[in-house]
C-alpha cells in the first residue's frame, strides 16, 4: 500500500515534469531565432505573415484583462455567497443551492461560449455603448460566472472547516454574526480562500472555448474591453487546428505561448502560498 500511494504522488511528480520539459524543449529552438526581450515586449504578433512578428504583448494582455474582469466578479460574490452558505443558510437552503451552483460547472465551455455570443453580447450592446459584437468584456463577464462555483465551493469549505469553538468565542464577547464571518471566519479560512482564488485565476486565465469563440482570434493590443482580441489559448487552438507545417516557427511559437502561460499560472500559485504563509505567520 505504501509503495502504491507513493507511485501515486509521484505520478504528478512526473507529469508536470514532463509537461515542463517539452515546453521547454520545443520553446528552445524559437527563442534561438526570437530574442527574448521581443517576444515579451513586442507589440506586434503575425507569425504567419510574409514579415513574421513576435511580440506576445498583444495576447497577453487580452488574457490578462478577461481573467481580471472574472475575478472582478467571482471574488466578491463568489465571498459573499460563501459567507451565506457558510453561516446564515439553514442546512436545507445549503444543501439545495451548493448543488445547483456546481452543476455550472457541468455546462459545456463551448456553450459558455455561443451564450456569450449570442445572447449576452447583444444585450449588453443596448447598454454599453461603442461595444462591438467581438469583445472581452463578454467573455470576461461569462468567465466570471464558470470559475464562481469552484471560488463558492472551496472557500465555504474552508469556512466550515473554522472550529465552532471561535465562533462561540465571538459570540461570548458580544460580536454580531456579521462581525464573527468577517472578523474569525474569513481570517481563520483564509488559507482556503486564497487556494479558491488562486484556482479560479488559474481557471480563468487557461480557459480556451468561450475566448475563441467570443473574444475573437485577431492579435490586438488593446486596454479597452468593449474590443475584441485574441487571447493566448484562443491563439494555441487557432494554430493547431490550423496549416501550420510541423517544425517551422509558428508552430514553435505555440510552445512559447504555452510556456508563458505555465509560467504566469505558476507565479500565481506563489503568490497564494506567500499569501497563506504570511497569514498564518501573523495570526
Aim: aromatic letters at 12%; charged letters at 10%; proline letters at 6%.
Amino acid at each position: 500500500m505504501k509503495v502504491f500511494l507513493f507511485l501515486c504522488a509521484a505520478l504528478s511528480v512526473f507529469v508536470t515534469t514532463a509537461i515542463v520539459f517539452i515546453l521547454l524543449r520545443d520553446s528552445w529552438d524559437f527563442f534561438v531565432n526570437v530574442p527574448l526581450f521581443d517576444f515579451l515586449f513586442g507589440t506586434m504578433w503575425t507569425p504567419v505573415f510574409a514579415n513574421p512578428q513576435f511580440g506576445v504583448l498583444p495576447l497577453l494582455a487580452a488574457t490578462l484583462q478577461t481573467a481580471g474582469l472574472a475575478m472582478i466578479i467571482a471574488v466578491p460574490f463568489g465571498l459573499i455567497m460563501a459567507v451565506y452558505l457558510s453561516e446564515y443558510a439553514r442546512p436545507a437552503v445549503r444543501e439545495t443551492i451548493k448543488p445547483a451552483l456546481e452543476m455550472l460547472e457541468a455546462v459545456p465551455t463551448v456553450v459558455y461560449g455561443y451564450f456569450a455570443l449570442l445572447v449576452m453580447t447583444p444585450f449588453l450592446q443596448g447598454i454599453i455603448p461603442g461595444l462591438k459584437g467581438i469583445n472581452l468584456l463578454v467573455p470576461g463577464i461569462i468567465l466570471g460566472i464558470m470559475i464562481l462555483p469552484y471560488v463558492v465551493s472551496v472557500s465555504e469549505d474552508a469556512m466550515r472547516a473554522v472550529p465552532n469553538s471561535l465562533r462561540e468565542g465571538g459570540y461570548g464577547l458580544g460580536m454580531a454574526k456579521w462581525q464573527v464571518a468577517t472578523r474569525i471566519v474569513i481570517p481563520g479560512a483564509f488559507s482556503g480562500i486564497t487556494a479558491a482564488f488562486i484556482l479560479g485565476m488559474s481557471r480563468a486565465v487557461g480557459e480556451t472555448m468561450v475566448l475563441a469563440v467570443a473574444a475573437g482570434q485577431n492579435p490586438n493590443l488593446t486596454w479597452d474591453p468593449r474590443e475584441g482580441a485574441a487571447t493566448i489559448t484562443a491563439y494555441i487552438v487557432q494554430m493547431s487546428l490550423g496549416d501550420v507545417a510541423h517544425g517551422s516557427i509558428a508552430y514553435q511559437s505555440i510552445f512559447a505561448v504555452g510556456l508563458l502561460l505555465f509560467v504566469i499560472t505558476l507565479l500565481f500559485n506563489i503568490i497564494g502560498f506567500y499569501l497563506r504563509r504570511k497569514f498564518r505567520e501573523a495570526y
